[in-house]
């Protein structure tokens, strides 16, 4: 995840921003800068690479100034170069952006239309032109990023200077965090309390659609109706703590809601939306050589694997197999020549697995590695390194390492199948386009949180929970019992809806809730029909499907959850969202330890 702080200080803060940049170091990061307002004019500093390039730039020419943003980016749109790194300025105007912003092409063609010049690929420097643009025909600072904010969709947290305003910082959120902090005589931002903590622990969360404008006068929140409010100032408590909570009960929570920005930054390494393409780093060997794929995880990331292997075989029609990692070596599985072992870790450090990635090297195989944390073992192991950008993830059971997972497993997929001859360019813009949605949409299905929670009680009462799904979904089905039974410590199991009739049919009665995964689509009549054989046997339904899928089929279910209508495609990486919501309500009302779970560890590093 990309690092935000910003100064409005009583003195120089070009070194302070520096020092705020290496505690956000953890978040990961391949290019950085920052900008402070000196003699009425913006003025920046950036380089590639770690903040070292930045410390020596800094340091054949100094930054003065008290006021400054700064900012560590994890490459999206446009590689790690210096032209893409952060701040984004105009003459008038600096911003620096974590997150998407989703109309960037449409904002950025009508800006050069009239004349505005971009220097970077990347979609955050439309922030800083769109609102330069008003600037510059005369409308005031604040006025121009009330309004500018209005024309973004997307997820974001921003920090933006004025060369005209040496007095003041605004900043704002929408699905990515941000917090105001408050010292003495000067005011801060920071992406979370760990930026801060030096300079202050007295910091106040930005809530959904907030904005603040900071001044030496004084700090004004307003809401996304701007409307004034105020947002309580809390004591962070973090002095050598790597990870703050926010202001959500778990780092469960707080990681569920994370996955818009997440996923949207771990896409925008993988997507090139101005061409319509997919790109992968450039592995060590030729993909289109490749003719068979093995899959190898745990757990969760099994249930990823498993979603790939659908995805795979459809775009690029290469033969999938999938293997438990703790169960590969000792199959004597066949390895043939031209193979390829794909191993998915959150840590990349999971014994089994990495086991299992060694035994595959010696049978031959080319290694790619999908892990989180682009340091450890596995990633070090690869031929192929495709990281996710989850950013640290505290919560045991596994949410938006998931997401990120599916983002990274689904932009492979197009590549092989491009490489291998099998997608049309104009298959590719438009698998390309839907993929680019996924963060929108992940944003939308949080907004039925409340309702999920609302009937979280029903199933908490539950000694066994079914999950039915098809297709893709049927991965999904087995992730979502295996998050219920990780933090709620209720039985749960998850099927291929198809399977009902072959024997768990059996399990069902009154007191069996059964949640069924049915987005609109291809496999929808045949997963409805599969429902009303449970419901026909006393069943209790909870559907969980778009509006058209509730308004079809949703007569006589215990309850509905409402999805937004999306591509096949991308519904498994959408869906996912209801099934952890769901989980963690049931778990909060059981009054069980959501983030550390009994008998589980985030990173298992024994066989």
Known sequence: MCGI???LGSGAVADRLLSGLRRLEYRGYDSAGLCTIHDAALDRRRA?????NLARVLAEAPLAGDVGIAHTRWATHGGPTTSNAHPHATREVAIVHNGIIENFKPLR??????????????????????????????VEPVEAVRTSLKRLRGAFALAILFRQRPDMIVGARLGSPLVVGYGENETYLGSDALALAPLT??????????????????????????????????ISGVVGAMIDKGNHRH???????EQPVVVAQTLGSYLRPLEGRVSLPVPEFDLAGIRRVTIVACGTSYYAGMVAKYWIERFARVPVEIDVASEFRYRAPVLEEGGLALFVSQSGETADTLAALRHAREGGQKIAVVVNVPTSTMAREADLLLPTHAGPEIGVASTKAFTCQLAVL?????????DKGRLSAEEERRIVRHLAEAPAAINAALAYDDAIEAMAGSIAQARDVLYLGRGPDYPLALEGALKLKEISYIHAEGYAAGEMKHGPIALIDEHVPVIVLAPSGPLFEKTI??????QARGGKVVLISDYDGIAEAGDDCLATITMPKVHPLIAPIVYAIPVQLLAYHVAVVKGTDVDQPRNLAKSVTVE
Request: charged share 25%; hydrophobic share 45%; no cysteine.
């Open 410 to 418: 689904a932009a492979f997929a197009v590549n092989l199948a491009r």
């Open 251 to 257: 780092f469960m929570l707080k990681e569920i809601y």
């Open 109 to 138: 063609e009508e800006l050069a239309a009239a004349g505005h010049v971009f220097e970077s690929q990347t979609d955050s420097e439309v922030v800083a032109h769109l609102i330069s643009a008003q600037v510059e025909a005369g």
């Open 529 to 534: 029909s599969n429902m009303h054989e449970v």
């Open 201 to 234: 622990q007295r910091i106040a969360y930005l809530e959904e659609g907030d904005w603040v404008v900071i001044t030496r006068e004084g700090t004004q929140i307003y809401d996304r109706e701007d409307q004034p409010v105020e947002r309580p100032v809390t």
């Open 5 to 7: 702080i910003g100064i």
């Open 48 to 52: 590639e690479g770690k903040l070292d």
